[in-house]
């Protein structure tokens, strides 16, 4: 989990040694995925079942820390979803590309851990952060919590994945390098992410088991999408 403060990153930034360029992507086992297209729903008939939005939250969401809250968590009869930005959580196993060298805001934990009681890989598992209960938002009360699967859709590309991290109560718009990666979205938790463009839609009383089974992810996403989109 993580506070986008500039405040935050420019300490951290004088801490740091100027990052290197991002590395490619790896295509062996346990290595971040690469940016490829999953499942055969569209992102544009997802998009189009979110046009509108009855909020579910009592309040809305900033995107960082310091910005205007304007951003509610929406819901459907199967779904709960949000339009943000996306932040780079690279929090959980330290790897190549995640650990305290690479990012200033580093935790070696999540919210949720693997079925071997270790903590999830943010660099290998494509997951979101949801926020910590609060007044604002339970996510508990709608049918999500550690392993529900989320469609995220970013420009014309959809990626599975499962909910793997909580963040502060009152921000929203997150999700782990392996996310982003597949998204095609810059995954350096420093200096990658993007401002705008992203929507999360968290299928509701979903959930994969073990929840680092991403193949069991896509497979039960695709499937959730398809009704979901077929649905009223």
Same mark, same amino acid.
């Given at each position: 989990?993580?506070?986008?403060?500039?405040?935050?990153?420019?300490?951290?930034?004088?801490?740091?040694?100027?990052?290197?360029?991002?590395?490619?992507?790896?295509?062996?086992? !346990?290595?971040?995925?690469?940016?490829?297209?999953? !499942?055969?729903?569209?992102?544009?008939?997802?998009?189009?079942?979110?046009?509108?939005?009855?909020?579910?939250?009592?309040?809305?969401?900033?995107?960082?820390?310091?910005?205007?809250?304007? &951003?509610?968590?929406?819901? =459907?009869?199967?779904?709960?979803?949000?339009?943000?930005?996306?932040?780079?959580?690279?929090? !959980?196993?330290?790897?190549?590309?995640?650990?305290?060298? =690479?990012?200033?805001?580093?935790?070696?934990? /999540?919210?949720?851990? +693997?079925?071997?009681?270790?903590?999830?890989?943010?660099? =290998?598992?494509?997951?979101?952060?949801?926020?910590?209960?609060?007044? &604002?938002?339970?996510?508990?009360?709608?049918?999500?919590?550690?392993?529900?699967?989320?469609?995220? #859709?970013?420009?014309?590309?959809?990626?599975?994945?499962?909910?793997?991290? =909580?963040?502060?109560?009152?921000?929203?718009?997150?999700?782990?390098?392996?996310?982003? +990666?597949?998204?095609?979205?810059?995954?350096?938790?420093?200096?990658?992410? /993007?401002?705008?463009?992203?929507?999360? #839609?968290?299928?509701?009383?979903?959930?994969?088991?073990?929840?680092?089974?991403?193949?069991?992810?896509? /497979?039960? !996403?695709?499937?959730?999408?398809?009704?979901?989109?077929?649905?009223?």
């Amino acid at each position: 989990m993580r506070v986008q403060s500039l405040t935050l990153v420019a300490a951290g930034a004088a801490l740091l040694a100027p990052a290197p360029a991002a590395l490619p992507a790896l295509a062996s086992p !346990g290595r971040p995925v690469a940016a490829v297209r999953e !499942g055969n729903v569209r992102a544009a008939d997802l998009l189009a079942k979110v046009r509108g939005c009855a909020p579910v939250s009592k309040r809305r969401y900033r995107s960082d820390d310091g910005t205007r809250a304007d &951003i509610p968590v929406c819901g =459907t009869r199967d779904a709960v979803f949000w339009k943000a930005d996306m932040d780079i959580d690279c929090d !959980g196993r330290p790897g190549l590309r995640c650990n305290s060298r =690479t990012d200033p805001l580093f935790s070696d934990t /999540t919210a949720y851990q +693997q079925s071997d009681g270790r903590e999830l890989s943010a660099e =290998t598992l494509p997951y979101i952060v949801v926020p910590a209960p609060s007044g &604002i938002w339970n996510h508990r009360d709608h049918g999500v919590r550690g392993g529900s699967v989320a469609a995220v #859709i970013y420009q014309d590309r959809v990626q599975y994945a499962v909910v793997g991290d =909580t963040g502060p109560h009152d921000i929203i718009g997150e999700a782990s390098y392996a996310t982003a +990666q597949a998204l095609g979205i810059r995954p350096d938790p420093w200096r990658g992410g /993007t401002d705008s463009g992203v929507t999360y #839609i968290v299928f509701k009383n979903s959930r994969v088991s073990p929840i680092e089974n991403h193949a069991a992810a896509v /497979t039960a !996403g695709e499937r959730l999408a398809r009704q979901f989109v077929r649905g009223g």
